[in-house]
């Protein structure tokens, strides 16, 4: 209606001009008629003048209208195709992040290892999962190991079975360890982990004791070596081919060898092969 309003207000003023023209304006004088005709005008122009506008305004709104529904038709055909490429690109979760995330809802449960040599005679904790999906299992000083020691595996080189056994949510089975093992000395929990005067320290000489386990019907073997100390002094480790690694003096390895071989035994293997090579502090080893 602006618009309107602009154009009557320039018609007008023309005809201001006009009529204010002297010879015009003498005419218009002696003919009283157009005195009608003059005022009329603006009366008649304004309905022209404001349908042109509304057809006007109406024309552009059904413009505004179309442009508005094809806009959001491109963008809806925008957001399907960016759904399709980010679908297409998203990286597809591996068989070591599935692992992770399993082990992960387990945090601090005690798990049931095998490998393939055997099944570990303990049962060590589940301690910590990195982004990087490598998990440190954890077996404190207890009854089955007078030291403590970890093992970190990539989760992409674990079977995990999720069937309980006992107390032990999950069942793994390594494939291939990350790293060398680690030996923690005495500790009893995880978070002991960085006390350094709690790392003894072995110095491996001769063979003490030694045996190995075959089960009928498997290829499978196991065995038990115990090394004295190259000191002579009443200091033995007792090395497991099935992980464990532990250090006492001659009474605490016997027991401690004992206890491997009851495993070894359960689990249904056979000594097959044994022997000593002596020394000043015996063993008691059946």
Same mark, same amino acid.
């Not at 980010?86 to 290892?113: D, F, I, M």
């Not at 030291?147 to 069942?171: F, M, N, Y």
């Not at 019907?217 to 190259?230: D, F, I, K, Q």
């Given at each position: 209606?602006? *618009?309107?309003?602009?154009?009557?207000?320039?018609?007008?003023?023309?005809?201001?001009?006009?009529?204010? %023209?002297?010879?015009?304006?003498?005419?218009?004088?002696?003919?009283?008629?157009?005195?009608?005709?003059?005022?009329?005008?603006?009366?008649?122009?304004?309905?022209?003048?404001?349908?042109?506008?509304?057809?006007?305004? &109406?024309?552009?709104?059904?413009?505004?209208? *179309?442009?508005?529904?094809?806009?959001?038709?491109?963008?809806?055909?925008?957001?399907?195709?960016?759904?399709?490429?980010?679908? #297409?690109?998203?990286?597809?979760?591996? @068989?070591?992040?599935?692992?992770? #995330? +399993?082990?992960? *809802?387990?945090?601090? /449960?005690?798990? +049931?290892?095998?490998?393939? %040599?055997?099944?570990?005679?303990? +049962?060590?904790?589940?301690?910590?999962?990195?982004?990087?999906?490598?998990?440190?299992?954890?077996?404190?000083?207890?009854?089955?190991?007078?030291? /403590?020691?970890?093992?970190?595996? %990539?989760?992409?080189?674990?079977?995990?079975?999720?069937?309980? @056994?006992?107390?032990?949510?999950?069942?793994?089975?390594?494939?291939? *360890?990350?790293?060398?093992?680690? @030996?923690?000395?005495?500790?009893?929990?995880?978070?002991?982990?960085?006390?350094?005067?709690?790392?003894? +320290?072995?110095?491996?000489?001769?063979?003490?004791?030694?045996?190995?386990?075959?089960?009928?019907?498997?290829?499978?073997?196991?065995?038990? #070596?115990?090394?004295?100390?190259?000191?002579?002094?009443?200091?033995?480790?007792?090395?497991?081919?099935?992980?464990?690694?532990?250090?006492?003096?001659?009474?605490?390895?016997?027991?401690?060898?004992?206890?491997? @071989?009851?495993?070894?035994?359960?689990?249904?293997? =056979?000594? &097959?092969? /044994?022997?000593? =090579?002596?020394?000043?502090?015996?063993?008691?080893?059946?």
């Amino acid at each position: 209606m602006k *618009r309107v309003f602009a154009i009557t207000v320039v018609v007008v003023l023309v005809f201001v001009v006009v009529l204010l %023209h002297s010879a015009i304006k003498d005419f218009l004088w002696t003919h009283p008629w157009w005195h009608s005709l003059l005022l009329a005008v603006p009366t008649i122009a304004l309905p022209i003048l404001a349908y042109f506008e509304l057809r006007h305004s &109406s024309e552009a709104n059904t413009l505004r209208a *179309r442009i508005a529904n094809l806009t959001a038709e491109l963008d809806a055909e925008r957001n399907k195709h960016l759904q399709q490429i980010a679908k #297409n690109t998203e990286k597809p979760v591996t @068989q070591a992040e599935r692992n992770a #995330n +399993t082990l992960r *809802r387990h945090l601090r /449960a005690k798990v +049931t290892v095998s490998e393939e %040599h055997g099944t570990w005679a303990s +049962t060590p904790e589940i301690v910590e999962v990195t982004d990087d999906n490598i998990v440190t299992l954890f077996t404190p000083r207890d009854y089955s190991s007078s030291a /403590a020691w970890c093992v970190k595996v %990539h989760c992409g080189e674990l079977e995990i079975t999720d069937i309980p @056994q006992g107390s032990c949510p999950l069942r793994l089975k390594v494939l291939k *360890r990350y790293g060398s093992d680690v @030996q923690l000395g005495e500790i009893t929990k995880w978070e002991d982990r960085f006390q350094q005067a709690a790392k003894p +320290t072995f110095a491996k000489g001769g063979t003490a004791y030694h045996a190995t386990y075959s089960k009928p019907g498997s290829p499978e073997r196991r065995s038990l #070596n115990v090394y004295a100390s190259s000191d002579g002094a009443n200091s033995f480790l007792v090395e497991a081919s099935t992980g464990e690694r532990v250090i006492g003096d001659n009474k605490e390895i016997s027991k401690r060898f004992m206890v491997l @071989q009851i495993e070894y035994l359960a689990a249904g293997f =056979g000594r &097959s092969s /044994a022997g000593t =090579g002596g020394g000043p502090h015996p063993l008691f080893i059946c």
